[in-house]
C-alpha cells in the first residue's frame, strides 16, 4: 500500500500533533474501497514511511477541522 499512496495521493497534509506528512488514497482494503492513509517523513530527501492506516472521510474532516491536519503541496 505504501508506494500505491506516495506515488499518487489524492490528498497531502502535515500532521501538526506527530510533526510527520501525511499521504491519503482511496484504495481497496478488505472488499472496501476506502481512504488510505500514509505517515511518512522526508529524511535526506528519501521518504520514510512511518505507519499505513484506513481512514474515513469524516475522521479526515475532522483533522482539518481541528487543524490537526493542513495541506501541503510541497511534501
Do not use: C
Amino acid at each position: 500500500y505504501p508506494n500505491k499512496i506516495l506515488s499518487k495521493p489524492t490528498n497531502k497534509y502535515f500532521d501538526s500533533e506527530t510533526g510527520h506528512f501525511i499521504a491519503i488514497r482511496s484504495l481497496k482494503y478488505y472488499g472496501k474501497t476506502r481512504p488510505m492513509v500514509v505517515a511518512y517523513d522526508t529524511i535526506n530527501s528519501e521518504i520514510q514511511a512511518v505507519t499505513v492506516y484506513p481512514t474515513t472521510k469524516n475522521e479526515i474532516q475532522n483533522r482539518l477541522k481541528s487543524g490537526r491536519w493542513t495541506k501541503n503541496e510541497e511534501s
